[in-house]
Structures are given as structure tokens and as C-alpha cells.
């Protein structure tokens, strides 16, 4: 099991001097989180369509094995809520496809207010492209159900794991890899995961990955520069896991 842990988003300007150095130059930072981390969680592509020109400079800017997961556009998710996608869906693919092999996982989060439809979520999964690795966050409680993850697994379609206030998931993998987000322990966004409880999340996913390829997990909550503490700390439980064996 490869495990890839990292940060949703790398260009945050209070991490100036709580991660980043003070005087390194914002053009700099990729390469940077990039010595650190193996992995990041493309965000901007949610709010708009990265130009070919920004999809090549992160492919290349990045050491090979580096990997990028790929928020998928809101507004397949979020205006189309997965109905009639397959054009803009082709089009978004096209382009997260620039990546090539560090191209990983698309993120398709869903709208809070997207009720289960399990109809809707079959039709969309039959037209996304086999070969890629897919994977849906349920922000409505109403798709955290057996049904769907059938469905997911019928696709080898990934469920996301997250843990956000007021709202966890179930522990449960769909696919050949398991994907994990952690929004804030106690505000969304704003707040920072205790040792105590990172490693209880590193022995459920250790647990998790154990027939799996891969595991990918990313910390949204950036404030203060929790997100990088968090994902180097969860990272070393989960070395010491695997040292015990």
C-alpha cells in the first residue's frame, strides 16, 4: 500500500513564515511543498478551468512521483449536479489529463443539498472514462448507504472519508484505493487535530488500506498553517505503524 499524504491547496498567504520561508518568492512555493510533501489537492480547478499552460508548469515543476488529485469543476458538480455532463466532463479530463502520470485521483465533491438519486449517480459513472481514478464526496448524509457504495464499487469508484464538524463518514473503501480529507476537528477550515486523535485516524487507516494500492489523505484546514502540522504529523504515526508492521 503507498500511502500519499498532503495539503488541499499549497498557495495560502499565512503560510508565509509559519511554512514557507519569509523571504522565498510565492513562484517558489510549489517546489517547495514539493520537498515536503509527495502529494497536493488542486483546489482552484473547482472554481475554474486551469489553462494547459498552468497543468504543464505543475507537471513540470514537481519531482516524478509527485502526485496531483484533481478537484473536478463545480460546475458539473454543482450547476449540472452530475446531469448532461458528459461535454463539459470530456473537457475537464482533456486537461487534468496534461498531468499524465501524476495525474491521480478526480474529486467530485458533491453540493450539501444533493439528496441521494441513486439513478442520476449510475448514469454519471457509466459515462466518466475507465483508466482514471474517480472519486465522490457526499456532502448529504441520505448517499451514506450500501446502495451507493455498490454502485461506487461497481465502477471502482472511490468514496470520500472525511471528517468535519458536526458530520463524519463511514470507513469505507470502494475501489482499489481509499481517499481521505480532513476538514477541521472543531471549526471547518479554522481548527487543528490533536496528537491523540491523528493517531487513532493513522490505526483506521492503516486498518483501511491493508488490501488497497493506495491511500491518498488531505488536510482543508489551512488556517494557520494547521493543515502542514497535521499532515507531517499523521505521516510520521503512520511511519511508526508500519515500522511495527
Given at each position: 500500500m503507498k500511502v500519499y499524504i498532503g495539503t488541499s491547496g499549497w498557495v495560502y498567504g499565512h503560510w508565509r513564515g509559519l511554512f514557507y520561508p519569509e523571504k522565498l518568492a510565492q513562484s517558489r512555493w510549489l517546489e517547495y511543498?514539493?520537498?515536503h510533501f509527495a502529494t497536493v489537492e488542486l483546489n482552484n480547478s473547482f472554481y475554474h478551468l486551469p489553462s494547459d499552460r498552468a497543468f504543464k508548469g505543475w507537471r513540470e515543476r514537481t519531482a516524478p512521483g509527485f502526485v496531483y488529485a484533481v478537484k473536478v469543476s463545480r460546475y458539473i458538480t454543482h450547476v449540472k449536479r452530475l446531469k448532461d455532463a458528459e461535454e463539459?466532463?470530456?473537457?475537464?479530463?482533456?486537461?487534468?489529463?496534461?498531468?499524465n502520470e501524476k495525474l491521480g485521483p478526480l474529486l467530485y465533491q458533491l453540493?450539501?443539498?444533493?439528496?441521494?438519486?441513486?439513478?442520476?449517480?449510475?448514469r454519471f459513472l457509466d459515462v466518466l472514462p475507465m483508466g482514471l481514478k474517480h472519486v465522490f464526496e457526499f456532502r448529504h448524509e441520505s448517499w451514506f448507504d450500501?446502495?451507493?457504495?455498490?454502485l461506487l464499487r461497481m465502477h471502482n469508484a472511490g468514496f470520500c472519508i472525511y471528517d468535519m464538524p458536526g458530520l463524519v463518514?463511514?470507513?469505507?473503501?470502494?475501489?482499489?484505493?481509499a481517499y481521505v480529507r480532513f476538514h477541521g476537528s472543531e471549526a471547518l477550515y479554522e481548527s487543528c487535530y490533536s496528537d491523540a486523535q491523528l493517531k487513532r485516524w493513522a490505526k483506521v487507516i492503516a486498518r483501511l488500506g491493508q488490501k488497497l494500492d493506495?491511500?491518498?489523505v488531505y488536510f482543508n484546514n489551512d488556517s494557520c498553517a494547521y493543515a502542514v502540522r497535521n499532515a507531517r504529523t499523521l505521516a510520521?504515526?503512520?511511519?511508526a505503524l508500519v515500522e511495527k508492521g
Open positions: 511543498y514539493s520537498q463539459p466532463i470530456e473537457n475537464f479530463l482533456m486537461r487534468a489529463q496534461i498531468l453540493p450539501p443539498n444533493m439528496r441521494r438519486n441513486d439513478a442520476v449517480l449510475e450500501e446502495g451507493v457504495f455498490d463518514t463511514p470507513v469505507v473503501a470502494t475501489a482499489d484505493f493506495a491511500v491518498y510520521g504515526e503512520l511511519g
